[in-house]
């Protein structure tokens, strides 16, 4: 079983950066697939970015934030990032990371088994 605990998340203007942290432990974290959804007020949570199991070679980005967003990955240190730039008030949400082993990328909620309780992110325009 594997926790994770996001943070990073705060107020930034447009145009800003974040970077966002997701610390997993328990579980062997190499093994997981990581992904990072993020939900805002009244909406239903959605994808963002993944990316693949062991290397990190694969990832994914939701089309609102390729150029932008970075996902990334650190075995030894059991961890996960999600760097933004150039932050739009529509990125405003709160971000999740989850982790799952049954796919080499995935891009839904219900793919992934373990969430994180989640960190807001408010850009102000």
């Known amino acids: 079983q594997v926790q994770l605990v996001e943070s990073g998340g705060g107020m930034v203007q447009a145009g800003g950066s974040l970077r966002l942290s997701c610390a997993a432990s328990?579980?062997?974290?190499?093994?997981?697939?990581m992904g990072w959804f993020r939900q805002a007020p009244g909406k239903e949570r959605e994808f963002v970015a993944a990316?693949?199991?062991?290397?990190?070679?694969?990832?994914s980005y939701t089309n609102s934030v390729k150029g932008r967003f970075t996902i990334s990955r650190n075995n030894a240190e059991k961890m996960v990032y999600l760097t933004m730039n150039s932050l739009k008030p529509e990125d405003t949400a709160v971000y999740y990371c989850?982790?799952?082993?049954?796919?080499?990328?995935?891009?839904?909620?219900?793919?992934?088994?373990?969430w994180g309780q989640g960190t807001q992110v408010t850009v102000s325009s």
């Open positions: 989850a982790a799952e082993r049954t796919r080499v990328i995935a891009t839904m909620t219900h793919e992934y088994e373990y």
């Open positions: 990316i693949s199991r062991i290397t990190g070679g694969q990832t």
């Open positions: 328990g579980g062997s974290f190499s093994t997981y697939g």
